[in-house]
């Protein structure tokens, strides 16, 4: 009789492995903008922060998540420059890492820093912030009997 196989739950987040290569790539992709010249007039004179990495089960794919300096509207343009020369940057990559297989690359804009500022609006505004201020204990609790 064959013993029943365990059931595994599915992983709760990306491998370590995806993670040493998602930094392995940011740190490679990094250099590669910082160094090459980038023939686009949306690109020329703008620098991009490149935040997270994250990378497929299969390494074949990443996601790359960027934030232009500044933000704004410029943001959207800067996203489709990058994509539109996603080809280039693979073929850089292809040298300047050692895996397997150079993965396809896909572009994102970077929405967290927006939502930290949404954040930081709501809590400064005084609706918000007299409830987050400390009160004074009370004893009206004693006189509840």
């Not at 599915?10 to 392995?24: M, V």
């Not at 160094?35 to 690109?43: H, M, Q, R």
Request: no cysteine; proline share 8%.
């Amino acid at each position: 009789m064959k013993r029943p196989t365990p059931r595994r739950e599915p992983p709760k987040g990306p491998s370590q492995r995806q993670l040493r290569a998602g930094e392995l790539m940011r740190h490679a992709l990094v250099e590669i903008l910082r160094e090459e010249a980038i023939n686009d007039p949306v690109l020329t004179g703008i620098s991009v922060t490149l935040t997270e990495v994250r990378m497929s089960p299969d390494l074949r794919n990443a996601t790359i998540f960027v934030e232009p300096l500044g933000g704004g509207e410029t943001a959207r343009e800067v996203v489709k420059a990058l994509n539109r020369h996603h080809k280039y940057l693979r073929g850089r990559l292809g040298h300047a890492i050692d895996m397997k297989f150079t993965p396809a690359l896909k572009f994102l804009h970077d929405e967290s820093f927006d939502e930290a500022a949404r954040m930081n609006r709501l809590f400064a505004d005084p609706r918000v912030a007299q409830d987050l201020a400390p009160h004074e204990p009370s004893d009206s609790w004693k006189d509840q009997d």
